[in-house]
């Protein structure tokens, strides 16, 4: 079965500053990997995904992902930091190799910018 | 706007009470997904249905029943609900397995 640890719940960040929310995967078989963003009474947003090719996936809003397999993480970054990033971010990994769609998310981490 | 709707946006119902929660998309896609979403348990997969097939979580206690009718809808029926099931209930659709899931804003659950 596929699994998805966030290792941290919350990420503090001042704006303009570099930042990374981690995320590592456990499946079966080849990972899709995927990032959202959830803001206050909101339902998800889809940010960026790795499903093959380039280890360095671009997505919306400025932020990319490196895919490393060895490492089995997808961490989320983004070079400057903006107050507006302040939301809950969600991993997710779905198997690639078996027949069926299940998609499976981690805890989130909650990103905070500073001014 | 994702373009998958969930109806209500709130509900709060007794624990003797029977309601439905209802979603729809008209994207084409070919797999639907309730994920129960609470403080406990920030996004738990509850049930999965892809090309009429169904998977679901076993913890999902059986007063929760879902129905998939066709590809565009999906329904989850409650029914002696606890308090402890009071959460936001967040819809999903998707095509294929190398595709993001498209959400809906939720259902905001309140059990009284």
């Known amino acids: 079965a596929q699994s998805v640890a966030q290792p941290e719940d919350q990420v503090n960040v001042a704006e303009g500053n570099p930042l990374t929310v981690k995320c590592t995967y456990s499946?079966?078989?080849?990972?899709?990997l995927f990032w959202y963003v959830q803001y206050p009474n909101r339902g998800l947003q889809f940010l960026l995904k790795?499903?093959?090719?380039?280890?360095l996936v671009k997505g919306s809003y400025g932020f990319e992902a490196e895919f490393n397999k060895s490492q089995t993480s997808f961490h989320l970054k983004k070079p400057s930091a903006l107050v507006s990033d302040s939301a809950l971010y969600f991993c997710?990994?779905?198997?690639?190799?078996?027949?069926?769609?299940?998609?499976?998310f981690g805890t989130g981490t909650r990103l905070l910018v500073s001014p | 706007e994702t373009g998958v709707t969930q109806t209500p946006r709130h509900l709060v119902m007794g624990m003797t009470n029977k309601k439905s929660l209802k979603c729809e998309q008209h994207?084409?896609?070919?797999?639907m997904y309730w994920y129960k979403q609470s403080a406990k348990k920030p996004l738990e997969l509850m049930f999965v249905?892809?090309?009429?097939?169904?998977?679901e979580n076993n913890s999902v206690p059986s007063r929760f029943s879902p129905e998939c009718p066709n590809s565009s809808h999906l329904f989850l029926h409650l029914h002696t609900l606890q308090p402890e099931d009071s959460a936001l209930y967040l819809c999903?659709?998707?095509?294929?397995?190398?595709?993001?899931?498209?959400f809906g804003q939720g259902t905001r659950l309140t059990v009284v």
């Open positions: 249905y892809s090309l009429e097939e169904r998977v």
């Open positions: 999903a659709s998707s095509l294929g397995r190398n595709t993001e899931a498209f």
């Open positions: 790795y499903i093959t090719g380039d280890n």
């Open positions: 994207l084409g896609h070919n797999a």
């Open positions: 997710a990994v779905r198997d690639a190799d078996t027949g069926f769609q299940k998609l499976v």
């Open positions: 499946v079966s078989g080849n990972p899709y």
